[in-house]
């Protein structure tokens, strides 16, 4: 079974100044915006991260997002399962893809 959950309205400056420094180490380099966005981000001073991610057209902090989600993916899952545990749900999430 799937479940598709959309998100919109995000704070993406928020997002990126919470979640960036958890990741940044696994994330250098690759290919396309994202890793790029991420090469810049890695020189930018940490209190001006949501300056420069404010200023971004929305496709590339869209990009950004789904790269930061992909790379804290295993502790996405620990925190659903836990939440599924505490509700007493009785459902085990065996994966998140997260895509643009």
Same mark, same amino acid.
């Given at each position: 079974m799937q479940?598709?959950?959309t998100v919109d309205d995000i704070d993406y400056g928020d997002f990126v100044e919470r979640y960036y420094p958890l990741v940044k180490d696994r994330i250098q380099g690759g &290919?396309?915006?994202s890793a790029m966005l991420?090469?810049?981000l890695?020189?930018?001073?940490p209190d001006q991260i949501r300056k420069v991610v404010d200023m971004l057209p929305k496709s590339a902090k869209d990009e950004l997002a789904v790269k930061l989600?992909?790379?804290n993916? &295993?502790?996405?899952?620990s925190r659903a399962a836990r939440l599924l545990d505490e509700q007493d749900l009785g459902l085990k999430i065996l994966d998140v893809e997260i895509r643009k």
């Open positions: 479940i598709v959950i &290919e396309g915006m991420l090469s810049k890695s020189t930018v001073p989600l992909n790379a993916k &295993e502790r996405l899952l």
